[in-house]
């Protein structure tokens, strides 16, 4: 399973991370399986819920704008661990997760529903934001 091991590589890597720099999640390399076709793997820092997280190919400042345009995916409803694996698969599935083989937290397959590769451009960035909070108020409308 070439996903599994994609996994432990990507853990070892982590290991090495120092505590300080780890943020939300170790981000690895973007690839194409054969499992799964072109994901990029990671492992999560946080107990939390993946639905304060969104993807994006641009920074924060380019949503919204016409050029250059950044890609926004938001993430679904799906609680993940310290530790837990995460595959985020640029093409249409269902997401689902699958215990660890080692009996020690999940690994969560998230199809981001791309209609292409969104990695195979060369050098690009991604960028995961942590939703904090919202605000909103009923508005009511007024007659005229």
């Not at 939300?24 to 194409?32: A, N």
């Not at 492992?43 to 016409?66: C, E, Q």
């Amino acid at each position: 399973m070439s996903v599994l091991k994609r996994l432990t590589v990507l853990k070892e890597d982590a290991d090495k991370e120092p505590l300080p720099q780890r943020k939300y999640f170790h981000i690895g390399q973007p690839e194409v399986l054969d499992d799964v076709g072109e994901c990029i793997p990671m492992i999560s820092w946080v107990d939390d819920n993946l639905s304060r997280f969104v993807v994006s190919d641009g920074p924060s400042s380019a949503w919204g704008k016409t050029m250059p345009r950044a890609t926004l995916f938001p993430l679904p409803n799906r609680a993940v661990k310290v530790e837990d694996g995460l595959f985020l698969i640029s093409g249409v599935g269902h997401d689902h997760a699958l215990p660890h083989p080692s009996g020690k937290g999940q690994i969560h397959f998230v199809h981001l529903g791309a209609p292409g590769k969104l990695w195979d451009r060369g050098l690009v960035k991604i960028y995961v934001y942590r939703l904090d909070g919202v605000q909103f108020k009923n508005l009511i409308e007024k007659k005229r």
